[in-house]
């Protein structure tokens, strides 16, 4: 296998290969560290590049795999983490001068979980710093960039993730999501990238922004690498009173069920409302290509949506104000600009204000269930725009004027304030070359619906096959 053919490949794909011996995970591990020292000086994606343990951590899967001893899809699989996912012995910084030291003493549960898989830890992933922000240039570490267009944004908080996927920098990664975070950058990036829903996966030993607001989730190539990675990392744990006990299905055996009769629904207000041109065109076209897929997609009236995000937003601030409180004290001027701006000004909410959008939270949770027995999915852009240019603070969609990161955000903090699964695959390409995402929003716990409509989407359309030159 040589670098171009591995840039072109998938998990689902690779993980046969090492299976059957026609490659070797020290062989794709040597191909990509390779390719990361090479490139990314471009892209600034890692922060920490574990050389030496990810070689080590190839060979003995080689060993293993060789013995007979293959413990699935993930084995030998080189992935990489965005920087809040505890590591133990290797650096995890946020994204700040804060904790540019900071060698936690424990793994996240995910990690465990991923290593438990197999899979081959190649870094540390760069990121909007502590998580607190939509569009990936505010770390410590520097701006990440998009590998499409390297004067662009890669959308935050979880960008390094996106731009390491994008380019060819690692199989995987994970990211974490607190009003868009996985999905904002798989969309400016044109990966997948899935936020499944509250308390599906642990987020033990993941540095916090909401604690009510957080999920853990993958960022791949193809939805089926989605599926294989949320199957890895899914499941209850004892370390998170907030993880679900629900079982969790196999992910991957049903992707392929067919969508023949499934119903999608396209909301009338505020997802199509202060949108580009193009991007509408593109998400339009996509629920066309359902329709011609057997799924029935109409129109339901959403209009509630817009309040959501207000809702969020106080939560967000309050709770992320809280836990930075200490360092906030301490270390104010450590922190980025904006991000110290944001956390300061979360001191200012009331409590009642606080408590009134939790109490309104559970209502519209309830309401929005009701909402959704008259349709399994719902399809909507991930984001009004393609990426803006690094440094740009304002941008223009559909004769309105907005501030970038405050439009980021704009489709998907909801369905964090929900806690329902939602995720964002790439459904064309701007006249500029940029990517543009879709979104699909599911019902609480049903990964699997939401997983298999995109699936069939993606091997009926070849957008997810585009790599960016870089």
């Not at 003995?60 to 899809?73: E, F, N, V």
């Not at 995890?92 to 804060?98: D, H, L, N, P, R």
Request: net charge positive; aromatic share 8%; glycine share 8%.
């Amino acid at each position: 296998m040589n670098e171009k053919q591995l840039y072109s490949t998938t998990i689902s794909e690779l993980s046969v290969q090492i299976r059957q011996g026609e490659v070797t995970s020290l062989e794709v591990t040597e191909l990509i560290l390779d390719r990361i020292s090479r490139i990314d000086r471009k892209l600034n994606s890692y922060i920490t590049v574990t050389h030496e343990e990810a070689l080590r951590s190839a060979k003995q899967a080689d060993r293993t795999i060789r013995s007979g001893k293959y413990l699935g899809p993930l084995h030998g699989i080189p992935i990489a983490l965005k920087d809040l996912f505890s590591t133990r012995g290797i650096k995890t910084t946020c994204g700040s001068k804060i904790l540019a030291d900071h060698v936690p003493n424990r793994d996240a549960t995910v990690v465990s979980k991923l290593k438990k898989a197999g899979a081959v830890l190649l870094g540390k992933l760069n990121m909007h710093e502590f998580a607190y922000g939509t569009t990936g240039d505010s770390s410590y570490f520097g701006s990440t960039r998009n590998p499409w267009d390297t004067s662009r944004i890669t959308g935050g908080s979880s960008g390094g993730s996106g731009v390491a996927v994008a380019a060819g920098l690692c199989m995987a990664a994970l990211g974490s999501d607190s009003g868009g975070s996985i999905r904002i950058p798989a969309a400016l990036c044109g990966i997948v990238g899935l936020k499944p829903t509250y308390g599906r996966v642990s987020r033990y030993g993941v540095s916090p922004l909401s604690w009510s607001l957080d999920h853990v989730g993958p960022m791949t190539k193809s939805v089926r690498d989605a599926a294989l990675m949320l199957q890895a990392i899914a499941g209850p744990d004892v370390n998170d009173a907030s993880s679900s006990e629900i079982a969790v299905p196999d992910y991957a055996k049903k992707l392929s069920r067919g969508i023949k009769g499934m119903r999608i629904g396209c909301p009338k207000e505020h997802f199509f409302e202060a949108l580009d041109d193009e991007v509408e065109t593109h998400v339009r076209g996509a629920a066309d290509q359902f329709s011609v897929l057997g799924a029935e997609v109409f129109e339901v009236s959403a209009p509630k949506f817009r309040f959501l995000r207000a809702a969020a937003s106080t939560i967000l601030a309050s709770e992320a104000s809280s836990y930075h409180e200490q360092y906030l004290r301490a270390r104010a001027a450590d922190y980025q600009e904006d991000v110290r701006k944001r956390l300061q000004t979360g001191r200012y909410i009331l409590a009642s204000h606080y408590l009134r959008a939790q109490r309104l939270r559970s209502l519209l949770i309830q309401e929005t269930l009701v909402a959704f027995k008259s349709f399994d999915l719902l399809l909507a852009p991930t984001v009004p725009v393609t990426a803006p240019r690094i440094g740009e603070s304002v941008i223009e969609a559909g004769g309105k004027k907005e501030r970038v990161r405050g439009a980021m955000a704009r489709f998907t903090t909801a369905f964090n304030y929900l806690g329902f699964p939602a995720i964002s695959l790439p459904c064309g390409y701007a006249s500029s070359g940029l990517p543009i995402g879709l979104q699909l929003v599911g019902r609480p716990f049903d990964e699997e619906t939401v997983l298999t409509a995109a699936n069939m989407y993606e091997e009926n359309t070849a957008w997810h096959k585009k790599r960016p030159e870089i």
